[in-house]
């Protein structure tokens, strides 16, 4: 089971120090109540512990906000930095942003989740480029299929970016047998 968990308002006060206490007591109080609940071995998958956030940074910036709040959490869940509306950055900005980006958290400090290698250097592959953190995604509604693969197209007047291609977004990754 998968229980997703959204902040919808996230960062839109000025006081960000009430933002950021909800959200640490949230994990905090899921955490004590799982260890009140059940022994470990009983819980079957049932446990409503946050294992990880996603944590979406807008493309282009990242704000003291975002920093504050990844130093915040960090040592309570890892963090997965992704870069949303990555189609809006050319492929340099991309590159250079996520750059930017990982030197910033290398100098907070900030823990992030690490995939396990061999996964990176599968997405590498596949993508036939360097990937890793922070990840850049982009997405879209319109879907079409062309010769029995997915096409998940964002389509602009000087040309098209494709959610289901690696080397547009680090959402997809195919595995292959």
């Given at each position: 089971m998968l229980l997703l968990?959204?902040?919808?308002?996230y960062g839109d006060c000025t006081d960000l120090t009430a933002t950021f206490q909800k959200i640490v007591e949230s994990v905090d109080r899921r955490f004590r109540h799982h260890r009140s609940v059940l022994p470990t071995h009983e819980l079957h998958g049932m446990d409503k512990l946050v294992h990880?956030?996603?944590?979406?940074?807008?493309?282009?910036?990242?704000?003291?906000?975002?920093?504050a709040f990844m130093e915040e959490i960090h040592t309570k869940v890892p963090?997965?930095?992704?870069?949303?509306k990555s189609d809006?950055?050319?492929s340099a900005e991309k590159k250079e942003f996520?750059?930017?980006?990982?030197?910033?958290?290398?100098e907070e400090e900030i823990k992030i989740f690490q995939f396990d290698p061999s996964t990176i250097d599968e997405?590498?592959?596949?993508?036939?480029?360097a990937m890793g953190p922070p990840w850049a995604v982009m997405a879209t509604k319109?879907?079409?299929i062309e010769d029995g693969e997915v096409k998940a197209l964002r389509i602009y007047d000087w040309g098209a970016a494709d959610a289901a291609?690696?080397?547009?977004?680090?959402?997809l990754l195919r595995c292959r047998s």
């Open positions: 968990i959204d902040t919808p308002g990880c956030v996603f944590y979406f940074i807008a493309p282009h910036r990242l704000k003291l906000v975002d920093i963090i997965i930095p992704i870069i949303a809006t950055m050319t996520k750059e930017w980006v990982q030197q910033k958290l290398q997405m590498s592959r596949q993508a036939e480029v319109d879907t079409t291609n690696p080397q547009h977004s680090d959402l």
